[in-house]
Nanobody, 118 residues
Framework: QVQLVESGGGLVQAGGSLSLSCAASGRTNTWYTMGWFRQAPGKEREIVAAINWSDGATYYADSVKGRFTISRDNAKKTLTLQMNSLKRDDTAVYSC???????????WGQGTQVTVSS
């Protein structure tokens, strides 16, 4: 079984930075991708960034390119999202997730709130 626990959310002023972490447990031999998603009030959940567990290839949503950086530490089973130049539109609950080969994103964390004030 895979468990994911996020940390690092909070309140920050626009233009500021936050770093989110996701601590994972469980076997990694079937992991394909880890990703960060977010859901703002009244909006659908959207993918923010993802990283291939094996080769480190990354994907970013257009809205965060150049501002957010996703990274992982395979040995520690941790996923990080460095968020810079935050905007009010970045306010949301951020969740990490693990995609399993052939199954898509199957395991999810409980989420952490990020609030950006003007």
């Amino acid at each position: 079984q895979v468990q994911l626990v996020e940390s690092g959310g909070g309140l920050v002023q626009a233009g500021g930075s936050l770093s989110l972490s996701c601590a994972a447990s469980g076997r990694t031999n079937t992991w394909y991708t880890m990703g960060w998603f977010r859901q703002a009030p009244g909006k659908e959940r959207e993918i923010v960034a993802a990283i291939n567990w094996s080769d480190g290839a990354t994907y970013y949503a257009d809205s965060v390119k150049g501002r957010f950086t996703i990274s992982r530490d395979n040995a520690k089973k941790t996923l990080t999202l460095q968020m810079n130049s935050l905007k009010r539109d970045d306010t949301a609950v951020y969740s990490c997730a693990v995609a399993i080969v052939g199954q898509g994103y199957r395991y999810w964390g409980q989420g952490t709130q990020v609030t950006v004030s003007s």
